[in-house]
């Protein structure tokens, strides 16, 4: 397979899944997590698609036995084995290397969905635009990350870096042939809705 990382995409290696997946557990992410998956609980699609799901696929935590497929991609490898560890059990959940270049999985779907994983893409335009191909009639993207200000807080605790900026966002999608449809900011995190 080739590599599914792009030159300057941050790397998550077993030490660092653990790293990422552990805070998770300590309920260091919780506020995030659950401001995403009640958000993604109000979807009526059949299948969604969680780009960059890292250790855990948030949609689970919204799941419900007439929920969605969820389908879910990471570059890391030791990121899916732990996703796939996470949901086991879960017949709806399937988990596989990929990237937001490339998806494994067949088919189109009418949700596709990253959280705080949008601000490591390398090729944000590429990106979008090769997720755009795998939207479903009427589908939306759906990117759920910090947005940048101009918060000396926010810089010292490293936030900023860890950003989107809508000025960039807003070039990749109109590149992408994606138009932002809305953002939700809950305090904490946003949801920025793209559709074509």
């Not at 969605?68 to 996703?83: G, H, N, T």
């Not at 949008?118 to 635009?129: A, I, P, Y």
Request: aromatic residues 8%; positive net charge.
């Amino acid at each position: 397979m080739k590599n599914l990382y792009l030159d300057g995409e941050e790397r998550f290696g077993p030490a660092t899944s653990l790293l990422y997946d552990l805070v998770r557990r300590m309920r260091g992410l919780h506020g995030i997590h659950t401001f995403v998956a009640s958000d993604l609980a109000k979807s009526k699609v059949k299948a969604m698609l969680d780009v960059g799901c890292g250790p855990m696929p948030v949609a689970l935590l919204a799941w419900h036995s007439k929920g969605p497929e969820i389908y879910c991609v990471d570059p890391s490898v030791d990121m899916v084995r732990l996703a796939k560890k996470n949901s086991k059990g879960n017949s709806k959940v399937r988990v596989a290397l990929g990237s937001s270049r490339h998806v494994p999985f067949a088919g189109k779907f009418g949700l596709i969905y990253s959280s705080l994983s949008f601000h490591h893409w390398q090729d944000k335009s590429g990106s979008l635009r090769y997720l755009k191909s795998r939207l479903g009639k009427s589908g939306e993207i759906r990117i759920y990350d910090y947005i940048k200000s101009d918060s000396w807080i926010r810089r010292a605790l490293g936030i900023e870096s860890h950003a989107v900026n809508m000025k960039e966002l807003d070039d990749a999608a109109e590149k992408a042939g994606l138009r932002i449809t809305g953002i939700v900011n809950d305090g904490k995190l946003a949801r920025i809705s793209l559709k074509a």
